[in-house]
């Protein structure tokens, strides 16, 4: 059977043809302006909960757009459990939002809550969130079907992974290829964190479906002291991206506060991120490498302090297995330099180079690693 026809018949035999992973082996990418998310980028999106007013949001779209977000989040419709909480400032959110993120150079994502609400919040929003107590809202789901703009489907509260990838089939279905989905926890007995972020699920999701999938470790875990360490998970786990809360002030906050991080907090996660999606193949789209951040000596320092040591361990790490397979070379008599492997690994860490060296200087650092540990070898035991 050609490998053509195996797919198409495993895509026939899935209950939610059009989402699963057979109907695009390769993982399907969703275009947000500049932005692509799927594929090798890792992508973060950062904003309040909820707009509040002007200043409150035109902040957090500076702060997060330097620190290299890549789009903007805010609620101007807010689905609270309490009919007394704050409910979002709607039409005039969706306006201050819209234009914090074209200050910021941040395409923005923002719910809708009804099928009636999509023109109007498609006017202003690039991309359409469904809230967790949407996901299976059929009719919301039909209706974003039809435009053409792309659609954040946030896990239900209780849903199961299946009944999540049939909410998106039923969108792709509508017309809308487009679908990004977001764990965002799960109701479990466990009352330390205000749900349980099934990480599970994004493991799971990435052999059944194609869709990219995207991990929201604020409504995750409920606590602000919790959320880096998650999003640091969600980079391991094989996530295409992060949705993290973020507000100046988070004491102050109208709504979910408590599980915002201020924007120093988002800067120094961003980095860590930066550091984490290197080392499992990923990289941080083109818009946040050019962030440029306020100046702040310290803070840099402390930056590439970070770096020089988890580099030096990883060299540490290469070395330690350059010697054990010198050794193995040497009992079969075979020679421990050979030049073909040489010039391999020297083109393919020169495509690496991402363009900040010439491709010429990181080979000649590549070309002295290999010379000192090919030393190392001649000398050990
Ligand atoms: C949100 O992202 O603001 C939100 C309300 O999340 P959820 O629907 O996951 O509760
Ligand atoms: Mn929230």
Redesign the pocket.
């Known amino acids: 059977m050609s490998s053509q026809t195996h797919t198409e018949q495993a895509a026939r035999a899935a209950p939610y043809p059009l989402v699963a992973r057979a109907t695009c082996p390769a993982g399907s990418r969703v275009r947000i302006g500049n932005v692509e998310v799927g594929g090798d980028g890792f992508t973060v999106i950062a904003g309040p ?2 707009v509040e007013n002007e200043a409150q949001i035109h902040a957090t779209a500076q702060a997060v757009a330097t620190a290299g977000a890549h789009l903007l ?1 805010g ?1 101007a419709y ?2 609270r459990t309490s009919p007394y909480s704050f409910q979002g400032l709607g039409q005039r959110g969706l306006e201050l939002l819209a234009e914090a993120g074209r200050a910021a150079g941040l395409p923005v994502v923002t ?1 809708v809550l009804s099928a009636d609400d999509v023109k109007q919040v498609a006017r202003h929003a690039d991309v359409l ?1 469904v ?4 996901m299976q809202n059929f009719a919301l789901l039909k209706r974003l079907g039809r435009i053409g703009k792309p659609v954040l489907l ?2 239900g ?1 209780a849903a199961t992974i299946e009944e999540w990838l049939f909410a998106a089939e039923y969108i792709v279905q509508a017309g809308n290829p487009a679908v990004i989905l ?1 764990e ?2 799960i109701r479990s007995f466990e009352t330390a964190t205000r749900n349980t972020l099934d990480l599970n699920a994004v493991a799971v999701l990435k052999q059944w479906t194609h869709l990219p999938v995207l991990v ?1 470790p ?2 995750g875990t409920g606590r602000r002291a919790l959320v880096a360490a998650l999003a640091r998970a969600a980079v391991a786990v094989g996530a295409d991206g992060v ?1 993290i ?1 973020v507000h100046p002030e988070p004491e102050q906050a109208l ?2 506060g408590e599980q915002s991080l201020d924007t120093a907090e988002f800067a120094t996660l961003m980095h860590d991120l930066a550091c984490l999606v290197s080392l499992v193949g990923r990289r941080l789209s083109a818009m946040a490498q050019a962030a440029q951040g306020e100046p702040d000596l310290e803070r840099d320092r402390q930056r590439i302090d970070r770096l020089d040591e988890a580099l030096a361990r990883l060299l540490h790490e290469r070395v330690r297995i350059a010697l054990h397979l010198g050794r193995r070379k040497r009992a079969a008599g075979l020679p421990l330099k050979v030049p073909e492997r040489e010039t391999e690994v020297l083109r393919r860490v020169a495509a690496l180079s991402g363009g900040s060296l010439p491709e010429e200087s990181v080979q000649r650092v590549f070309r002295v690693i290999m010379d000192e540990t090919l030393a190392a070898e001649h000398a050990g035991p």
């Open positions: 909960c909820a989040r609620g807010k689905p719910e969130q809230g967790a107590r949407n946030k896990r509260l977001c965002r926890g929201d604020s409504h949705m809360e709504s979910d």
